[in-house]
């Protein structure tokens, strides 16, 4: 699946965009990871494992990819929200599924106004490392009381 936007003759690979905001946007994640990291040195391996194997090819492919392939509006983020929020769930469990839904159309979002896919990639990776440290425990417990 992440390779079929390299087979796909007709989709123009994401630009890389140099602009003196997209520099900064991606400083400032970086430094926020970075600080993060120092402060926690034993996410260093999450925070890797996490770039690589969700944050990178989880927008690679249903941003940067599908998204912009079924449309460019709301209904466009939707539809990739709600499939990846599935694969999530297929993959993992339906509360993971559930508790994806809302950050996959930020991200969304975040792709059609920006078109960014560094500061996506580096926005979801800041955005688990921040839900592993500081809000997986609340949520079991929360997710516990109610069952």
């Given amino acids: 699946m992440l390779f079929l936007p390299l087979l796909d003759s007709t989709w123009p690979l994401p630009r890389l965009l140099h602009t003196r905001s997209h520099y900064l946007a991606w400083a400032g994640l970086l430094l926020a990871i970075a600080g993060l990291l120092a402060w926690r040195p034993s996410l260093h391996a ?5 770039l690589l194997t969700a944050a990178l090819p989880e927008e690679w492919y249903f941003r940067a990819y599908f998204m912009t392939r079924i449309g460019t509006g709301w209904r466009a983020n939707v539809m990739a929200s709600l499939l990846f929020s599935l694969l999530h769930g297929l993959t993992r ?3 993971t599924a559930l508790l994806v839904f809302a950050p996959s159309l930020f991200y969304g979002w975040l792709y059609q106004r920006t078109r960014d896919l560094p500061l996506l990639v580096l ?8 839900f592993v440290q500081f809000l997986t425990q609340p949520m079991a417990t929360w997710l516990g009381n109610l069952m």
């Fill in 46 to 50: 999450l925070a890797l494992a996490t």
């Fill in 93 to 95: 469990d339906w509360t």
């Fill in 123 to 130: 926005t979801h990776t800041l955005s688990n490392l921040v």
